[in-house]
């Protein structure tokens, strides 16, 4: 398994995440293309943030073999992330149609 493999790995669970958030509390859905598109960056953003503490993918394989724990560390956040961006975003839009 490669880096690139395992940040695609990543960013589908982070969709997972956001997905999953939108089935289980209906308020904070957009829509499977909404929750898709917050997945996707929610995941990469917070793993980009935290990823530094070293659980990055390129750390994950610089031994040249999949480091189980910090795998599991990054597909946390990366769920996490997905999570996070649809709570966040939904906030965001409940306070933008507030203004009006």
């Known amino acids: 398994m490669t880096a690139t ?3 695609l790995l990543s960013i589908l669970i982070g969709i997972a995440g956001a997905n999953l958030t ?3 509390f209906k308020k904070y ?3 499977i293309i909404g929750n898709t598109i917050a997945g996707v960056f929610g995941s990469i953003f917070l793993i980009k943030l935290i990823g530094r503490l070293g659980f990055d993918p390129i750390t994950i394989m610089q031994s040249g073999t999949i ?3 910090l795998l599991l560390i990054n597909l946390i956040v990366s769920f996490s992330g997905g999570i996070i961006a ?3 975003l939904k906030k965001l839009k409940l306070i933008m149609n507030k203004n009006y």
Do not use: A, P
Request: glycine residues 14%.
């Open 67 to 69: 480091n189980i724990k």
């Open 5 to 7: 493999l395992i940040s």
């Open 29 to 31: 859905s957009f829509g």
């Open 22 to 24: 939108g089935l289980i």
């Open 86 to 88: 649809v709570i966040l």
